[in-house]
Every structure is written in structure tokens, then in C-alpha cells.
């Protein structure tokens, strides 16, 4: 892999009434460098780092570094085989709802058809090649169609239900059939290209409901169809989706149930993962076992079809642009002046104009609680408190974690000393996705616009935009870190230094673990820069500031206004993977090395990596004459590091060991629209 031959590694050095620095180009120059630039520093192959951004969306330099990685034992990997576009107009609030409705009841009444492949949708160009190279132009040209066509017409979108014993579906009024039609008309044009070809779908637009069904099957549909009135409260997006074009024919299945291969022809199960199977695997298997492919790896074996579910082929999918279509809330074609009641109870509270705040979220994770409650209430699964990232663990396993925290006192008065490191809680911008333009007014005032964002936030330098690209936690991450300093307490187990990476919630997360710990507070964080994660994921599109000491003082942290980090991180100039792990050794190795005369346990708060950083670089002071470390590198199970994860070891020698308390689990929750409930029939 390449290097950037650069050290950034160094002692912070305080200095007051700096001059304004000029920027150079060449530094310009690395601060804006793409994800396809990073990558390629990163030492991955061009055509390796074009798929990866392709089939991760162009997302980030992090998730396609994780796919890369994920897939390195994918035999395919390097085979020059474009992936599948296609553009859909989707619906989205009540009329996506009762769709999903339709669907569930469909299948459940009549059996799979083809319509369940798919999300609802109105497709406006159907499947095309296009080079890897050209995905993220593919989904930049979605935003200039809608800025070329303009908004959609007034009136709410009307649909007319069409029956026959092959097809049934809504098809679309003829003033939205044209808008529709204008802007795939209008993308075709905009990629259409020597080595894109794609055509317009202009004819009949229409949500298909179901095909490919049985015949018996049909006044079963018929009568769901006949009931079905569309709502009319419903807003637009464009879609721009792609996939693997190897698995076009393919269903695809869902891990329900984890399992470790017992042969080498067989292959890993992970939750969660989906597996690419033909139909003819299990029309010819006399065992029930089947040869699938992973979508997390591309890897390909034999697994027990007992263990994953049937679902819609897009969930393997991949989503690179989605733009909403005007605000078609109003119920009939009134103007802005004769809107009444609709209109008045979205001015009456803050919230209300944050309709869209989150949905996309929330869409995918109603999707999710209903497949766990099928696996919950029909299929009889297991309880999820049996099983942890696939792995049974038996929390009974280390002696120093039993019972009312007595074994952890006494091996603290033994004179070992515990070392945790911690990932932050749960975020806001992972939890929202774009939050700062419905939670900022016009004159960069915070205003809190869901239970779940934070009672308020500090002021900064960059005001909002800093907050853009260094997030906050979610009340519920306050919670998550809350917690696990309740269980430290419980265990008996005391922290008396406490070092936060710079990340804005990471240091929130200290503050909270603090407070559920009841610590004295003069124990104070201390803000390490050293800790962030690797900077390239975030330098393709910029690094806010950190905020200073003083400013996370005056937002209520209870940060250490006089300490003087190990590492000072420059955030607008590169740094290879070898020089964000050393950076990391550099501070824990130190931190531990200066505390060790004064003792007391010590807690690194930081990001998924920061568990893997701790280990490493302390079993190496094991060793310290040692030269022949092995390279630091990426841990496989990086991916599983959950909110709050929780690592420990102990001194003399150093090893991993069990965390005194418990890990912690909890469920997802979509964001309710109260309007649903005003729909409801009297």
C-alpha cells in the first residue's frame, strides 16, 4: 500500500495571536481531493476503487474502503462487468405506507409475485449499463433534471387502478404522466453517451401492484386492488438505484440465522447479509442446502436455505440519488393563499415544517421492524438476547466481572489497573441523514425539531456548517453512554482519567459516560485530537474545525481547560494508514506510560477503530524491545463495533479481557407523522 511519506505525529505546543495562515494550491489541493484520489493513495487499484464508490453510491471514502475490504476474498472482484442502473419516481408519507400495506397483504394472502421484487415505483428509465467510472455523474445529473423541468403541477398526483388476470397496477393521470415523462425524457438526455445507451420509459406510467401470479390467486388481488383508495397526501422522489448485473436473474434472501462453515466449500452466514440464489438451487437440492453468494463479501458456497428469508431483490440494491419533487401535501389544487387548515397546523409549532426530516430512515426502518416481528411472531426466532454480532458470549467468563463488582475491587487492590476504550453514541447525522437544513433557521439559530436531536448546542466557529460535518449525539446516544457508566458504577469499577477524541461526540459521549459513572467532577475529559479517526474518510469533502476547549467549556462539557494533547492534527492535509495507527499508539502508549505512577483506570472515547488501536498498542508494550511488530491493519470485524461498544484490558501483563458489565442493545424507531392518525376513518 502506499504511503504519504508525512509524520504528523508531535506534541501539541500552545501559541497565542497567530497570524492568519495563506493558504497555498497544493494545499487547496489535497484538502479537495476526491474519494477516487484518496482511494488511490490508500494504495487500492483504479479499477478496484471505481467499483467499490459504484456499489457503495459514492456514500464516502469509508464505505468504499469497507467494501473493498469486505470483498477481498471476491473472485470476481477485478472482472470488467458495469453495473445496472435504473431511475424510478417513488412515493414517499401515506400513500408509501399503504402500498406496503398492499404488499404485505399480498403476499400473504396470495403468495410471492413479482411486484414484491421491487419497491413501489413509477419507472422513468429502465435498466442500463454504465461504466463504473460514470456513477457519480449518474446521480449528480438526477438533481439537474428536476433544476431543468421545474416543479411538478400543483394538483396531487391521481392514480386509476387497472385489473386484468396478468397484471394489476395504478396508472397515473395524463398532467403528471407528462411532468413524469419530461424528466426522463430530460436524464436521457443528460447521460446519454457513446458507452451509456437508455431509453425513456414514456408509455402507460403506472405502479405495477402485481404480476407473475397465480391464476387462482387472481380475485384474491382483485378484491385487495377494488379496496384500495390512494391517497392523495403523498410527496415524490426520484430514484436513481443500481445493481449487480451477475445477479439479475437471481432472488435474493436475508440471513436469519447465523453459521460458521464447516467445510471449505461452504459459506459464512452473518446476519443481516443478503445471499444472491437461483430459483434452480432449490429445485434440484435434495437436502436443502443451496450455493449462494454473499452481497456483503462475494463470496460464493453452500449454506442451509433454512437459515435466510425470501426478500425483494432491490433490498441488495444500491441507492445513489434520491430527490424529493415539490410538497404535495395539500389535498386538492388550492393555491398558498386558499390553503386553511393544513395550513395553519403546520405554522403552530416548530416542527411541523420538518416533514422530511429523517423519512428515509424511518421508511427503511419500519421495513426492518416488520421483518422482525414476522421472525418474532411467526416464524418463532430465537431471542436476540442469546446471540451478540453472532457470537454467544458468556458474560460470566472473566473473573473479574461477577456478581455485586466485589472480584473487580479486588483485582484493583491487586494493583491492575483497567483500560477501556469506548465508540461514541449514536449520532445525529446517521440518524437523520441531512438534519442541519430543517434544524437551522435563516439566521443559524438551532431549533430542536424532533424529541430524538439535542435540547440545544453550542455555539461555534462555522455555526451550522461546522455542525454539518461534525456531528452531535442524539439524545439517545446521551443515553447509550449514560448507561454504560451506570454499569462501570454498578460493577465497582471506578475511572479516574478520561481522554475523548476531539470528534464533537465523542467528547459528548465522555461527558455522558461521566455522568451515569456519578464521578467527582474533577475528573475531567481531555480532549485528544490524536484519538479522531482516519482522516481520509472525511477529507473528499472537508473537516469542520474541532471545537476548542473553551468552546466545548461554555456548551456545558466538563472538558480539562488546561491539558496539552499528545498529537496535534492538522484536518486539511492527508495522512496514510500507517500514520493514523501510530498516531493512535502514540496516545494510548502515552497516556498509560504518564498515569502510571498516579494509577487509576483509564477510558479512550472515540470511534470504531479506537477498540482495535487500545489492544494493539498496548499488547506491544509487552514487548518493548521488540522491533518486528506486524503491520497495523484494518480488523474484519470493524463493521460490528456497535454504538458504545465497550473493550477492556488489563496490566501485568496486558491482554483483553472481559468488559465488567454487559453490552447493551436497543431497537430503532421511525419518526411518526401525526397526520396518519387524522386520516383515520371516523
Given amino acids: 500500500m502506499q504511503r504519504v511519506c508525512r509524520s504528523l505525529l508531535g506534541h501539541f505546543v500552545k501559541m497565542a495571536n497567530l497570524p492568519p495562515r495563506k493558504v497555498s494550491s497544493s494545499s487547496k489541493a489535497k484538502q479537495d481531493a476526491s474519494p477516487l484520489q484518496i482511494l488511490l493513495q490508500m494504495g487500492f487499484p483504479r479499477h478496484r476503487a471505481l467499483k467499490a464508490l459504484a456499489a457503495t453510491g459514492n456514500r464516502s471514502v469509508q464505505l468504499a474502503s469497507d467494501w473493498l475490504l469486505t470483498h477481498v476474498n471476491d473472485s470476481h472482484i477485478d472482472d470488467d462487468e458495469p453495473r445496472e442502473y435504473i431511475f424510478y419516481a417513488s412515493p414517499t408519507g401515506p400513500l408509501l405506507s399503504q402500498l406496503l400495506e398492499f404488499w404485505d397483504k399480498s403476499k400473504t394472502v396470495a403468495g410471492w409475485n413479482g411486484a414484491h421484487n421491487f419497491p413501489p415505483h413509477i419507472t422513468l428509465v429502465s435498466f442500463f449499463k454504465a461504466p463504473d467510472e460514470t456513477s457519480l455523474q449518474l446521480g449528480k445529473a438526477v438533481k ?35 411532468y413524469l415523462k419530461r424528466i426522463a425524457v430530460q436524464y436521457v438526455k443528460q447521460v446519454s453517451s457513446v458507452s451509456i445507451n437508455l431509453e425513456a420509459h414514456v408509455k402507460s406510467l403506472h405502479i405495477t401492484l402485481a404480476y407473475h401470479f397465480e391464476e387462482a390467486a387472481y380475485d384474491t ?14 410527496s415524490w422522489e ?90 404535495n401535501n395539500s389535498s386538492d389544487c388550492k393555491s398558498e393563499s386558499d390553503s386553511n387548515t393544513d395550513g395553519e397546523m403546520a405554522s403552530s409549532f416548530p416542527h411541523e415544517d420538518a416533514m422530511a426530516l429523517g423519512h428515509d430512515m424511518s421508511e427503511e426502518t419500519y421495513k426492518e421492524w416488520d421483518k422482525y416481528w414476522n421472525a418474532v411472531r411467526t416464524d418463532k426466532t430465537e431471542s436476540i438476547m442469546n446471540v451478540t454480532h453472532g457470537t454467544p458470549i458468556d458474560w460470566r467468563c472473566n473473573n473479574t466481572a461477577q456478581g455485586n463488582g466485589q472480584a473487580a475491587k479486588s483485582s484493583e487492590e491487586k494493583g491492575r489497573r483497567w483500560v477501556f476504550a ?78 475523548a477524541s476531539a470528534a464533537y461526540r465523542c467528547v459528548e459521549t465522555a461527558h455522558a459516560l461521566l455522568q451515569g459513572l456519578q ?84 477510558i479512550f472515547i472515540g470511534h470504531a477503530a479506537t477498540l482495535d488501536i487500545m489492544a494493539i498498542a498496548l499488547k506491544r508494550l509487552n514487548e518493548p524491545q521488540r522491533k518486528d511488530y506486524p503491520p497495523y491493519k484494518i480488523h474484519p470485524n470493524l463493521l460490528r463495533v456497535p454504538y458504545c461498544a465497550l473493550a477492556a484490558m488489563k496490566d501485568k501483563p496486558w491482554q483483553v479481557v472481559c468488559p465488567p458489565c454487559p453490552p447493551s442493545i436497543n431497537s430503532s424507531s421511525g419518526r411518526y407523522d401525526w397526520r396518519w392518525l387524522a386520516k383515520t376513518e371516523d
Avoid at 579 to 599: D, F, H, P
Fill in 238 to 327: 426520484l430514484r436513481l438505484y443500481s445493481r449487480d448485473p451477475r445477479f439479475a436473474n437471481h432472488q435474493v434472501y436475508k440471513v436469519t440465522q447465523g453459521y460458521t462453515p464447516k467445510a471449505s466449500d461452504e459459506l459464512e452466514l452473518v446476519l443481516g447479509d443478503y445471499i444472491y440464489i437461483e430459483e434452480k438451487e432449490f429445485d434440484s437440492s435434495p437436502d436443502g442446502w443451496v450455493h449462494g453468494t454473499s452481497w456483503l463479501t462475494g463470496v460464493g458456497g453452500y449454506l442451509p436455505a433454512v437459515f435466510t428469508r425470501r426478500t425483494a431483490e432491490s433490498d441488495a440494491w444500491t441507492l445513489h440519488r434520491a430527490i424529493l419533487l415539490g410538497n
Fill in 422 to 499: 469506548m465508540r461514541h453514541g449514536e449520532r445525529v447525522d446517521l440518524t437523520y441523514g441531512q438534519w442541519v437544513p430543517f434544524c437551522f433557521d435563516e439566521n443559524g439559530t438551532y431549533v430542536r425539531k424532533d424529541l430524538n436531536l439535542p435540547l440545544k448546542l453550542g455555539e461555534r466557529a462555522g455555526g451550522k456548517d461546522s455542525y454539518a460535518k461534525d456531528t452531535p449525539l442524539t439524545r439517545v446516544g446521551q443515553l447509550q453512554a449514560q448507561l454504560v457508566g451506570e454499569g462501570l458504577r454498578l460493577a465497582g469499577v471506578k475511572v479516574h482519567h478520561v481522554y
Fill in 519 to 602: 464521578a467527582d467532577p474533577s475528573i475531567k475529559i481531555k480532549v485528544e485530537p490524536g484519538l479522531f479517526e482516519y482522516k481520509m474518510w472525511h477529507l473528499a469533502k472537508g473537516m469542520a474545525p474541532f471545537m476548542t476547549p473553551i468552546e466545548l467549556y461554555k456548551a456545558g462539557l466538563n472538558v480539562d481547560l488546561e491539558y496539552r494533547p499528545y498529537s496535534d492534527l492538522d484536518i486539511n492535509t492527508p495522512e496514510s494508514l500507517e500514520e493514523y495507527y501510530k498516531r493512535g499508539e502514540l496516545v494510548v502508549q502515552s497516556a498509560v506510560n504518564e498515569t502510571e505512577k498516579e494509577g487509576g483506570n483509564i
Fill in 221 to 234: 388481488l382483485k378484491g385487495l386492488v377494488d379496496h384500495m383508495q390512494p391517497s392523495d397526501h403523498s
Fill in 144 to 178: 439537474h433534471v428536476v433544476e431543468n423541468v421545474g416543479e411538478p403541477p400543483n394538483c396531487p398526483l391521481k392514480l386509476e387502478p387497472y385489473v386484468s388476470h396478468n397484471f394489476m397496477g395504478l396508472f397515473v393521470s395524463e398532467e403528471h404522466a407528462d
